[in-house]
């Protein structure tokens, strides 16, 4: 009886610290977002691999239009097939051809090869558009709203190929503008 006990305290326990375990130290969000506010996180999982972690912060408040998504990758990828997805998840959520492959082109050029544990953090900013990060230093920007609304659409577009990690990012709260629909 005691050995059940302890799996079933085991296996809670595994539970809940699983479930907080996905949020990134928002120390490098917190200057640009004054202060960070992690919303949700949640795991991409792909025919049983885990393939990253991901984080959602928003500014100091829910109206904020600040935000961030933080991705700490469990498997290594190069910079060039995170730009290929990212150019495939665009094109799902509706991104004509021609401008996804133009911001994939683009995103190539500075994208880094990652290893398992690294992070690649995104940071929406409305007159600066999208700054990226890697482990916590910057590595560029690309300015614009469509940019920032394609990107940031492959994680909380209502078409994103991930509903589940999309329903885990924003929790109970609404999408940040600029995906304000109704909710």
């Known amino acids: ?35 960070a506010r992690l919303q ?20 100091p408040n829910s109206a904020s239009a600040e935000f961030a998504i933080d991705l700490r990758y469990q498997k290594s990828f190069s910079g060039n097939s995170i730009a290929n997805r990212v150019v495939d998840e665009m094109k799902r959520i509706g991104v004509p051809d021609i401008q996804a492959v133009n911001w994939g082109k683009r995103l190539a050029t500075f994208l880094p090869n990652v290893e398992s544990g690294q992070s690649l953090t995104a940071i929406y900013l409305p007159k600066q558009g999208t700054i990226f990060f890697h482990d916590g230093k910057q590595i560029a920007q690309i300015l ?30 609404c999408p940040p503008p600029p995906f304000n629909e109704a909710c």
């Open 144 to 173: 614009g709203i469509d940019f920032s609304k394609a990107f940031f659409g492959i994680w909380l577009d209502p078409k994103t190929s991930a509903p589940q990690l999309r329903t885990e990012l924003l929790g109970q709260s």
């Open 40 to 59: 949700g996180s949640g795991r991409l999982t792909w025919w049983g691999l885990n393939i990253y972690d991901a984080s959602f912060y928003r500014g």
């Open 1 to 35: 009886m005691k050995a059940y006990q302890f799996l079933v305290s085991l296996c809670v326990a595994t539970l809940l610290l699983s479930s907080v375990g996905f949020a990134h130290d928002a120390t490098d969000m917190n200057e640009a977002l004054n202060p």
